[in-house]
């Protein structure tokens, strides 16, 4: 990887087929090679010998014995700075906001003190590097960005032996979440793009070269400390020509402790999902519950389709996640009750329940064919993440979410509510609608015809007439909607066209493993295929899930030594 500017060389030398343009290093004992190579050849300077490649990022702890720091070797004033010290991705997932570049003005990597540094020493660090000119260094600089990037290591690691510290360390990096984080950050390329305010872009949230903003309030940061956020923000679905409300709730701590009062949270929207660009709306602060509710100002109404909507706290970058939907008059809609059609099992407390097999395919099925997907529950919102996080580990179709205004006394209700007010308010047709028999009523007090309610379980004389029951399962099921005409393709919209897909990235599949719901309640498969296979068993459950199901003396010696950022 590394060229001779001075002197090409007359051996050709081997060359990767493309190039290469970030180059990441971890825990390489480069600055030992380089350090000894100039020892032994002195000529050989910083300024002839460059990588091929436009930046260099070098990962180590700062307990590893074989690892060693390359910006010294470039800039000896740099011993007097500290490296970069890399956000931990479980209180900074969006990273701190501290720019990585060098910048026009030498002090700047000086100021970059890591958080033990006091500020004598960064005032120091500034005046050591001032008499150097901002050209030198670049000139000999392996890139426009900081170097050497230090990662936490728990301090119990040093009663460890340090013959045994490089092994524990080189299996870290493949694990770790900080060096995941950090890196798609670099890749993504939102560190090195200039956005302005004249494009309503949010400069704060996009660009984590501005600085994070300080609380609003100082009893802020005091409230919210050792507790984890559990913000989320309520999937809205619009009528064309209809007003449309955000709203989202801000809070921290199990059972919504803590609530985010009186502080900045920025609004945007992706208004063009192709290009990914994030569209700042505005800024609002909180109410003394934690919430927010922005009404998208007319002229800035956006029109049919589904965009993704984030909410990110100023103070800590952390933030919800939703979708809002634009519908024309007249959306086809097939409604699914979470707990009641997909969960053989029901868990207030929101541990995994069982998946009834086959669940998804005709899920899919239905999304295929061009209906929109409403999923609702008689959960309280803040469980979303947990609910979103169970959707995504079985591959459910995307679709649209609604969950209960917290704790409430009759869930049954709230779900007939709000049905109601989709089809008065949206004006969308339910074209059929899946649950337990608890739901037969909700479906009922809607109008819907009993061939358009389909019931899990085993018949009933009480609700025989009611609706119909799937007590062969939903391969039946699908095979019957596939044979017969019940299931017709949307009536053609070429103005809606509807995101096919699973959920995505906005869910988070660890939600459910980090509480300690790492036994699946579902049947375990077993290790050879019958003779006569389930493919939708098989796969509703992605590889993730299958792991957790073999035997512990399997994983013992795969799972390696503990991961670092488990310590917070």
């Not at 060229?3 to 180059?23: C, Q, T, Y």
């Not at 295929?529 to 068993?537: H, S, T």
Request: charged share 20%.
């Amino acid at each position: 990887m590394l060229k001779d500017e001075a002197e090409p060389p007359a051996v050709s030398l081997g060359r990767l087929d493309f190039d290469v343009s970030d180059f990441f290093l971890f825990g390489s004992p480069l600055g030992l090679v380089l350090a000894m190579r100039r020892t032994v050849l002195p000529a050989l300077d910083g300024l002839q010998v460059r990588p091929a490649c436009s930046q260099v990022y070098s990962f180590f702890h700062c307990a590893d014995p074989s690892a060693s720091r390359l910006e010294p070797l470039l800039e000896p004033k740099f011993h007097l700075v500290p490296p970069v010290s890399v956000p931990r991705y479980q209180r900074f997932p969006l990273g701190d906001g501290q720019s990585l570049l060098l910048g026009p003005e030498v002090p700047a990597p000086g100021r970059r003190m890591s958080q033990g540094s006091s500020h004598s020493g960064s005032s120091e660090s500034s005046d050591s590097l001032a008499p150097v000119g901002a050209s030198c260094i670049t000139a000999k600089w392996w890139g426009a960005k900081r170097i050497d990037y230090a990662l936490y290591c728990p301090e119990v690691l040093t009663a460890f032996p340090t013959v045994a510290l490089p092994h524990l360390f080189h299996a870290s990096y493949w694990e770790s979440t900080d060096v995941v984080a950090f890196i798609l950050r670099q890749v993504m390329r939102y560190e090195s793009v200039t956005i302005k305010e004249s494009d309503g872009l949010d400069p704060a949230t996009l660009s984590p070269t501005n600085p994070r903003e300080k609380w609003l309030r100082k009893r802020t940061q005091v409230k919210l400390r050792n507790v984890t956020a559990n913000h989320r923000a309520n999937d809205v679905i619009a009528a064309e020509d209809g007003p449309q409300v955000l709203v989202g709730r801000f809070m921290y701590g199990p059972l919504d402790m803590v609530a985010l009062t009186g502080e900045k949270v920025d609004i945007l929207v992706m208004a063009e999902p192709s290009s990914g660009r994030w569209v700042h709306l505005d800024t609002e602060i909180t109410n003394s519950s934690g919430r927010i509710t922005y009404s998208v100002p007319r002229p800035r109404r956006l029109g049919v389709g589904v965009y993704p909507v984030k909410m990110v706290v100023r103070g800590d970058q952390t933030c919800a996640t939703s979708y809002l939907t634009v519908l024309p008059r007249g959306m086809e809609c097939v409604v699914f009750s979470i707990d009641g059609s997909f969960a053989a099992s029901v868990s207030i407390m929101g541990s995994d329940p069982k998946v009834r097999p086959g669940q998804w395919t005709f899920v899919r099925h239905w999304q295929d064919l061009g209906y929109m997907i409403l999923y609702i529950t008689g959960r309280p919102d803040m469980q979303k993440q947990r609910v979103v996080s169970w959707l995504s580990q079985h591959n459910f179709p995307q679709g649209m979410i609604f969950f209960s205004d917290g704790l409430v006394h009759d869930p049954l209700r709230q779900k007939a509510i709000f049905l109601r007010n989709l089809v008065q308010e949206c004006f969308i047709k339910i074209s059929a609608a899946y649950g337990s028999t608890k739901d037969i009523s909700v479906y009922s007090v809607l109008g819907l015809p009993p061939s358009q309610i389909f019931i899990v379980g085993r018949p009933t004389k009480k609700y025989q007439t009611q609706c119909q029951f799937l007590s062969e399962g939903y391969a039946a099921h699908l095979a019957a909607l596939e044979t017969s005409h019940r299931a017709r393709p949307k009536k053609n919209n070429s103005r809606m066209v509807l995101r096919k897909g699973s959920f995505g990235l906005h869910a988070q599949p660890d939600f459910l493993r980090k509480r300690n719901h790492l036994r699946r309640t579902m049947s375990v498969q077993q290790p050879d295929p019958p003779a006569n296979p389930k493919p939708e068993r098989a796969q509703s459950q992605p590889e993730s899930d299958k792991d957790h199901e073999r035997p512990l003396s399997a994983l013992s010696w795969a799972r390696g030594p503990p991961k670092f950022e488990s310590v917070p």
